[in-house]
């Protein structure tokens, strides 16, 4: 069975662009989490997805969106990129119920 | 989510068990705790999660105190392998507003 997909694996943009990721999880997995990776903050929960509706979201701001398709895959997008969105971008999915997330090796994005 | 709190570092000889702490106080009755690993570069792996009782699997054992306050990582006989940074979460497996509160972890060494 794949695992969970990520791409691109590496973006570099500029600050003021904007940038769309995109997450395609195991087969059979509804819920999609989204999580951001950086050095001093750790792991942080950006949303999850499920069934095509946001279900829980972190404490980010209103640049960061996402939406997930019919197929289960996510995307997310972020607007107006500042220097500190540079990071490590994660995705994860789980069968509904399921304990076990299962991460993609997730989108370093640099921001310039 | 309930909080949790781990060492930053440790160190574990080769072959030897190596034992990680997690401090969990908050947790409510229906938080299970997880626990997951990274080796640099990729994306977190599940490990092993529990309730109330103590669990075991091909990877590790976790231990869970009796008021359910804190909870061990075992990893019986540590490989070079076995270095990463160790995450120890507390949440719920579903419902909205879970906000999946992941610290910094404990970077496990082991060392030959």
């Known amino acids: 069975k794949a695992g969970v997909t990520q791409t691109p694996r590496y973006l570099i943009k500029t600050r003021g662009q904007q940038v769309t990721l995109s997450c395609s999880p195991i087969?059979?997995?509804?819920?999609v989490s989204w999580y951001q990776q950086t050095p001093g903050q750790g792991l942080q929960f950006l949303f999850e997805?499920?069934?095509?509706?946001?279900?829980n979201k972190g404490n980010f701001p209103g640049r960061f969106s996402g939406r997930q398709f019919s197929n289960s895959r996510s995307e997310m997008n972020v607007s107006t990129l500042e220097l500190g969105d540079s990071a490590l971008y994660l995705c994860?999915?789980?069968?509904?119920?399921?304990?076990?997330?299962?991460f993609g090796p997730g989108t370093r994005l640099t921001v310039l | 989510d309930a909080k949790t709190t781990q060492p930053p570092s440790m160190d574990c000889a080769e072959g030897r068990a190596a034992n990680l702490p997690c401090n969990h106080s908050?947790?409510?009755?229906?938080?299970?705790v997880y626990w997951y690993r990274q080796i640099h570069s990729q994306g977190p792996q599940y490990i092993i999660h529990?309730?109330?009782?103590?669990e075991t699997n091909e990877m590790a054992s976790l231990i869970i105190t009796e008021d359910r306050k804190s909870s061990t990582l075992i990893l019986p006989h540590a490989t070079l392998r076995d270095t990463a940074v160790y995450y120890c979460?507390?949440?719920?497996?579903?419902?909205?507003?879970?906000?999946?509160?992941w610290g910094l972890g404990t970077s496990l060494a082991v060392n030959p």
């Open positions: 529990g309730l109330k009782n103590n």
């Open positions: 087969s059979g997995h509804r819920s």
């Open positions: 908050t947790i409510s009755g229906n938080e299970y």
């Open positions: 994860a999915s789980r069968r509904e119920q399921g304990h076990e997330q299962f």
């Open positions: 979460i507390a949440h719920r497996n579903a419902g909205n507003n879970r906000k999946l509160i």
């Open positions: 997805y499920f069934s095509e509706t946001q279900r």
